[in-house]
């Protein structure tokens, strides 16, 4: 594991255990926004400073604290029925497997003659 993935996942630790807070501090809506509006940023941000192994360990652990509440959301718990959120949780999660094959496998070969396919996937998000 690389330098700037162990620290993105040493500070996400507590990330995981304050997500639900962050949900009911500043409700589903503003925290869904406003993580999504922080982590586009940061895919912005990628190529811009990575030459610096510190601007790029900054921006990997501020996507990361953004990435883990996302994972952790109340939304099964909020909108599905007791009996099936083993279900929905499942399906969540084949949903979130499937996006990142999708980006990886799809998305970033057919960008390859793009120069700044960070910037475009970053205000896509943002979007």
């Not at 190529?47 to 604290?65: C, D, K």
């Amino acid at each position: 594991m690389s330098n700037a993935a162990s620290l993105a996942s040493f500070v996400s630790i507590p990330m995981i255990l304050m997500a639900g807070f962050v949900y009911d501090l500043l409700g589903r809506k503003w925290t869904i926004i406003g993580l999504f509006g922080i982590s586009a940023m940061a895919t912005i941000l990628f190529p811009l400073v990575g030459p610096s192994v510190a601007g790029f360990n900054v921006v990997r652990i501020m996507f990361q604290v953004c990435y883990v509440p996302l994972l952790c959301n109340p939304f099964v718990n909020d909108y599905v029925r007791v009996q099936s959120r083993g279900q929905a949780t499942g399906i969540q999660n084949m949903g979130m497997t499937l996006g990142n094959l999708f980006s990886v496998a799809v998305l970033f070969s057919i960008t390859k003659v793009w120069e700044n396919q960070y910037l475009v996937f970053g205000l896509l998000a943002a979007l």
